[in-house]
């Protein structure tokens, strides 16, 4: 198992943290999505690190923006 923690830029309230995990979820061998509203954090727990465009792109299917660190 891994954990990997990224930022979730435009996230305001349940609904929105309920839409990143359930599309994050999605993510082949993703076990656990835990979402933080207050902070912008989605920490993500699956079998191996999954690529960071798959979680990119699941968060923007949410309607999101992951926030990629340079």
Do not use: F, N, W
Request: aromatic share 2%; proline share 3%; net charge negative.
């Amino acid at each position: 198992m891994t954990t990997s923690t990224y930022t979730v830029q435009g996230m305001t309230c349940a609904h929105c943290a309920g839409a990143v995990s359930r599309e994050v979820r999605k993510i082949t061998g993703v076990d656990d999505v835990a979402v933080d509203v207050s902070t912008g954090g989605l920490t993500v727990t699956a079998t191996a690190t999954p690529a960071e465009a798959d979680v990119a792109a699941a968060v923007a299917e949410a309607g999101y923006t992951l926030v990629v660190a340079p």
